[in-house]
């Protein structure tokens, strides 16, 4: 057998190619990408690698986990935009982290920091402990305290 019928042969089988995802094809997750991805990304720079990035991720992760993801991290980002440390992350880097699994930070506590009512009854927000109970100052205690006293 001489090398070249070697490599002839070699050529005879098609490569291998992996299974897309949920068997969505390639032209389908390109419209994906422009049509529920690219448009709701917060920072639109260097859309080749996303695409890239986005097509290595739906074979990871659906479309709606990843654009549910998406709109939790775009809310968040909104928010951090105000502090000094912001530094929004390029499309491709979230893809690329899996950043769509992410708990976004602060988001249960705010739903569940709703403001506690003043004890007196004022409507006040409550910012002070005292007695079990809470205030939202020591004045709005005391006076409760002295209304509560029997009178002499």
Not at 80 to 87: E, N
Not at 140 to 147: D, H, I, L, S
Request: aromatic share 8%; glycine share 6%.
């Amino acid at each position: 057998m001489t090398p070249q019928s070697r490599v002839e042969e070699k050529r005879i089988d098609p490569p291998y190619s992996p299974p897309q995802g949920d068997g969505v094809s390639a032209t389908s997750i390109e419209d994906e990408f422009n049509d529920d991805f690219w448009p709701n990304v917060p920072t639109k720079v260097g859309k080749g690698a996303a695409r890239k990035a986005y097509a290595q991720a739906r074979k990871k992760a659906t479309a709606e986990a990843i654009v549910a993801g998406l709109a939790a991290y775009r809310a968040y980002e909104a928010k951090r935009k105000r502090q000094s440390d912001y530094r929004a992350l390029h499309p491709a880097t979230w893809l690329n982290g899996e950043r769509w699994t992410d708990e976004i930070p602060g988001d249960r506590a705010a739903e569940q920091a709703q403001p506690k009512p003043c004890a007196c009854g004022c409507g006040r927000e409550a910012k002070r402990e005292r007695e079990g109970k809470l205030w939202h100052t020591d004045d709005c205690w005391w006076k409760t305290k002295q209304q509560a006293a029997p009178q002499r």
